[in-house]
């Protein structure tokens, strides 16, 4: 899988957006079956996910592709992560140990 490593400047539109819409931004979220690595991800409602994916898209568009493709999704009760494995935030990465 290939690697994206979003600067710390682009971590804080993508978080400023997420705000507006009503979800939060994390930079180092570790999914089910990562083994400690991290990786971005966002939380929210389905509308508000989708509002932000749209937005993102449109305020960083280098980074549409990895956005539209590659995403994984959990439930967090009523609200969702959606949490893109090969997306990593400068000074928040880290690599799984066991894989």
Same mark, same amino acid.
């Given at each position: 899988?290939?690697? @994206? ?5 682009? &971590? ?8 507006? @819409? /009503?979800?939060?931004?994390?930079? #180092? &979220?570790?999914?089910? =079956?990562? &083994?400690?690595?991290?990786?971005? /991800? %966002?939380?929210?409602?389905? $509308? =508000?996910? @989708? ?14 592709? *990895?956005?539209?493709?590659?995403? !994984? $999704? #959990? !439930?967090? /009760?009523? *609200?969702?992560?959606?949490?893109? $494995? =090969?997306?990593? %935030?400068? /000074?928040?990465? $880290? *690599?799984?140990?066991? %894989?």
């Amino acid at each position: 899988m290939t690697k @994206t490593l979003i600067a710390e400047e682009q &971590y804080k539109i993508l978080a400023g957006i997420a705000k507006t @819409t /009503g979800c939060r931004a994390r930079p #180092d &979220y570790s999914g089910r =079956g990562m &083994y400690g690595a991290t990786c971005f /991800g %966002v939380t929210g409602t389905p $509308r =508000g996910l @989708t509002a932000w994916v749209v937005e993102a898209c449109a305020a960083l568009p280098e980074l549409k592709e *990895d956005f539209i493709s590659g995403t !994984s $999704r #959990d !439930s967090m /009760g009523l *609200d969702e992560i959606h949490y893109w $494995r =090969g997306i990593q %935030v400068e /000074g928040h990465a $880290r *690599d799984s140990k066991w %894989v």
